[in-house]
């Protein structure tokens, strides 16, 4: 008899589980910061009595920040912060864990990803951990009743702070949130090299093509534009660069890039990726330039650094060659190639995985302490505020232990130098 392929749902949900909690187990293997808070955060229980909302992208790596804080004595309620950056299997796996439940799942349309974003304010929240800043938006303005009850909130990415910076200068603000993203810990690695390497390997993954001898345009010199810059050009592509900050288009510059207006490098790029986080950065007149054959890609946080509904009225037929790419054919026959629905590259492609694991465990080793400190410390005034310094050198002190790496002390002499006006020539 031939092998049957087909298993019951419940069997197949299992062995998604499975695949699951084994993707969780690798990424926890190597995250040792996580590893070292989680055996301090399991005796000392300093989330005890706390639920946490949590709107982020669930994938391995989340899963075992959600592992710590429910290690720690939380519960706590999680969703999607981007339709297509789910694993289902990990949510899953996640959702079988004592203490936690997971409401994220993949390709959901916009009234299920608020659905779930809603299920988990029904958990009534002490505490928002966000990944764009949908959570606290959410609640500012369809659940104000459950600001009272909120100890405070951390937040992942840039454009999320940019937001929330926005509310507080309009004391729109109703509590407090740590801005995770633009601590050293996270932003110097996770935004560098992590959307650098994560974002050109999901671009080479889901298209197969080679980088070597590409003329590859980055949209916004920041710190995630630096590191898909910095990761092109170590695979041998020519890299332009397209910036409206004078300071940051010279620092490309000196870095040794092209620097062009996104309308001349239009003409010229074979691949472009945006990483502004601002809006209509590549539309309809630079379509109207392009080569056939180019592909666009987008690593910042939300889909509308490329105009897709132009490109879509401008093609006379859509197709999809590949997964994860759709290829827009324009009347005179040029083929404009979209990866993931102009959502992130490094999240949303169906071969992606996110940021590799070492450098998530310091983001959200961050995040953890962070955390722990809206609780224990207590007495964050409304605000957005800046992650505290000592908390970015925990994790960089456990972070270096981990890897063996000894570091020299200043010597009170060297201190006192330090910190003296008087010494000079
Ligand atoms: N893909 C990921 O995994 C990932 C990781 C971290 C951050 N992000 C997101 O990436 C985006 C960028 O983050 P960042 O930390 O690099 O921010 P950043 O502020 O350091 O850099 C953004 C850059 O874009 C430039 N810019 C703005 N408008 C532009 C325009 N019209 N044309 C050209 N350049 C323009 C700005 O001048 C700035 O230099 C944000 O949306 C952030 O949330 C994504």
Redesign the pocket.
Known sequence: MAQLTAAPVGKRLDADRREGRRKIDWARQHMPILDALRERFETEQPLAGERIGMAMHVEAKTAALVELLAAGGAEVAITGCNPLSTHDDVSLALDAVDGVTSYAARGVDDEAYYDAMEAVLEHEPTITVDDGGDLVFSIHEDYPELLDGIVGGTEE???GVHRLRAMADDDALEYPVIAVNDTPMK?LF??VH??GES?LSSIAMTTNLSWAGKTVVV???????KGVARKAAGQNAHVVV????PR?ALEAHMEGYEVQPMAEAAREGDVFIT????RD?IVEEHFELMQDGTILAN???FNVEIDIDALSDMAAEVDDPREGIRAYELSDGRRLNVLASGR?V??ASPVSMG?PVEVMDQSFGIQAVCIRDLVTEGGYATDVHDVPDDLDREVAEVKLDAEGIAIDDLTDEQREYMDSWQHGT
């Open positions: 990415t840039t454009t932003r996770d935004n992590g959307t974002a949209a916004g010199f920041g710190y995630c534009g397209a910036e409206v900050d940051r990483t502004t986080g601002n950065i690593a910042g946080h992130l490094n999240l940021h």
